[in-house]
C-alpha cells in the first residue's frame, strides 16, 4: 500500500516568487492536512482539507492557501515568498476526520533565497 | 492557546534500558493524542496512538494517558540505538489539528 506522496522533494525559489506543492494520500483516505515544520516554531498546523473544502486553519498569512481535488489529492500555494518561509512543508494524510491516525509524507524542502 | 509541553533532552539511555517520554497539554477536551517518532532530515513517523485513560501496549512501546493529571507518556522497552531519534508528542485539538510539542531527542547508547 503506497504512502503519502509528496511532490517535489526539494525546492529553491526567490524571495517575491509563489510556489505550488502536492500531496497525494494514502489510498482511501479523505483528510489531508499541511503543517510547516521550522527549528524554531516547530510542527506548525496550517489547515486541513476534507471532500474538496477547506475545514479547518491554522495562523498563517493569507498567502499560504491550498485545495483539494476530488480524488482527495491536495496542493498547497504560498505566493509572496519570503525568507522566513523556508521550512519542511509536511503533508499528512487521514481516513477520516476526527480522532484519526495522521501520517505524514516524506515533505517538501523548500528554501527561499 | 492550546500547548503541548516536552522536556527537550536530550535523554541519554544505555542500550536495553527502559526509554521514559513525557508530555503534558493544556486543551482538557483532547480526546486523542500521538507520539511520532522523527529521525534527523525525515519526516515524522506515527508510532502509538492512544484515546482513553490507561496504557497500551505495542511491542517495545507502551503509551500512557492520564486525563485528569493532562500528561501522556511514551515509555520504550529494551532500547536500541536505532530509537535515537527526537520523539514528538501530538494532541488532536478538534477534526485533525495536531498540535505538537517540540519534541524530545532520545539518545540511546551501545
Known amino acids: 500500500k503506497a504512502g503519502v506522496t509528496q511532490t517535489p522533494r526539494y525546492l529553491i525559489k526567490t524571495r517575491g516568487q509563489q510556489v505550488t506543492l502536492s500531496c497525494s494520500p494514502i489510498?482511501?483516505?479523505?483528510?489531508v492536512s499541511w503543517y510547516q515544520q521550522t527549528p524554531g516554531q516547530g510542527l506548525q498546523f496550517l489547515f486541513e482539507?476534507?471532500?474538496?473544502?477547506?475545514?479547518n486553519k491554522g495562523n498563517f498569512p493569507g498567502r499560504f492557501s491550498g485545495r483539494q481535488f476530488s480524488n482527495s489529492r491536495s496542493e498547497m500555494n504560498v505566493s509572496t515568498l519570503e525568507l522566513g518561509d523556508s521550512a519542511l512543508y509536511l503533508c499528512?494524510?487521514?481516513?477520516?476526520?476526527?480522532?484519526?491516525?495522521?501520517?505524514f509524507g516524506q515533505g517538501t524542502r523548500l528554501t527561499v533565497v | 492557546q492550546k500547548e503541548v509541553e516536552q522536556n527537550s533532552g536530550p535523554l541519554s539511555v544505555p542500550e536495553g534500558a527502559i526509554a521514559s517520554l513525557n508530555c503534558t497539554y493544556s486543551?482538557?477536551?483532547?480526546?486523542?493524542f500521538f507520539w511520532y517518532r522523527q529521525y534527523s532530515g525525515k519526516s515524522p513517523e506515527l508510532i502509538m496512538s492512544?484515546?482513553?485513560?490507561g496504557d497500551k501496549e505495542d511491542g517495545r512501546f507502551t503509551a500512557q494517558l492520564n486525563k485528569a493529571s493532562q500528561y501522556v507518556s511514551l515509555l520504550i522497552r529494551d532500547s536500541q540505538p536505532s530509537d535515537s531519534a527526537t520523539y514528538l508528542c501530538?494532541?488532536?485539538?478538534?477534526?485533525?489539528?495536531?498540535?505538537f510539542g517540540t519534541g524530545t531527542r532520545l539518545l540511546v547508547s551501545p
Open positions: 499528512a494524510s487521514s481516513l477520516t476526520r476526527g480522532n484519526t491516525e495522521a501520517f
Open positions: 489510498s482511501g483516505h479523505r483528510s
Open positions: 482539507y476534507f471532500s474538496e473544502t477547506q475545514r
Open positions: 486543551d482538557r477536551g483532547s480526546q486523542s
Open positions: 492512544i484515546y482513553s485513560n
Open positions: 501530538a494532541e488532536d485539538t478538534g477534526f485533525q489539528k495536531l498540535v
